[in-house]
């Protein structure tokens, strides 16, 4: 499985920087962009502080997918 998200989107909508968006819900600019690379999964915790900050559901922000499996 893999969690792709609408971070840098939504952000950008907002017209955030990555350090502002941290820090409304309290993590570092590296945090942010590691979460919109994909490199980072956030906690159930912060996703939910990053879904609160936009007014959005999980779902809106957040899609878990399956990988293609190679063989």
């Given at each position: 499985?893999?969690?792709?998200?609408?971070?840098?989107?939504?952000?950008?909508?907002?017209?955030w920087?990555?350090?502002?968006?941290?820090?409304?819900?309290?993590?570092?600019?590296?945090?942010?962009?590691?979460?919109?690379?994909?490199?980072?999964?956030?906690?159930?915790?912060?996703?939910?502080?990053?879904?609160?900050?936009?007014?959005?559901?999980?779902?809106?922000?957040?899609?878990?997918?399956?990988?293609?499996?190679?063989?």
């Amino acid at each position: 499985m893999h969690l792709r998200n609408h971070v840098k989107e939504l952000r950008a909508r907002h017209d955030w920087t990555q350090a502002q968006l941290g820090a409304r819900v309290g993590v570092t600019r590296q945090t942010i962009a590691s979460i919109e690379k994909g490199d980072y999964v956030p906690s159930l915790l912060l996703g939910l502080q990053i879904c609160n900050v936009f007014d959005l559901t999980m779902e809106e922000v957040f899609i878990l997918e399956k990988r293609e499996e190679q063989g």
